[in-house]
């Protein structure tokens, strides 16, 4: 495994065909709080984790299938540092997941967990809807049939909104 600093200063883990962007909380932050007329699904999840893991192709569902509505899907691994060449990267491209994956390299989770939402324990898997001000936290896993219905219960709430 090799480290690489991309031309924004920030570090990415090199593999021999994949790369993951590699952030601490304070670097991660901002990705919580775009303003963009996006709907953000971010997705805390780990390799070790197997709700996580039973959930993580219907996250990879809706980036393919809600591509044309403006969701952006960020997959962010709280995996163990020294299992992301092992574990991660392999695992990512076993199920060929395409919506971004980033790494969260940050162990500090006592001063991040309640930034990302008060009401996080820190347990995993946890997932946040949000666009423009308006956000909702999940902590628990989801089926497709779930996903889907509260993504697009939380799409049609910010529709006049805008």
Known sequence: MSEKVRSDDKKEIASTDALIPTYDFNEF????????????????WATWCKPCIAELPYFDRINKE??????????VSLDFPNQIESRLIPFIKKKDIK??????????????????????SG???A????????????????????????????INSTKNKD
Request: without cysteine; negative net charge.
């Open 29 to 44: 932050e901002s990705t919580l709080h775009q303003n963009d007329d996006k709907v953000h699904v971010i997705n805390f």
């Open 66 to 75: 809600y591509a044309d509505r403006d969701i952006k899907v960020t997959l």
């Open 99 to 120: 919506a971004e994956v980033v790494f969260l390299d940050d162990p500090k989770g006592n001063s991040w967990i309640p930034k990302v939402d008060e009401s996080w």
């Open 127 to 154: 997932t946040v809807f949000y666009k423009n001000g308006k956000r909702k936290f999940f902590e628990r896993s989801f089926t497709y049939e779930e996903l889907s219905a509260e993504l697009d219960k939380f």
């Open 123 to 125: 347990a995993i898997p």
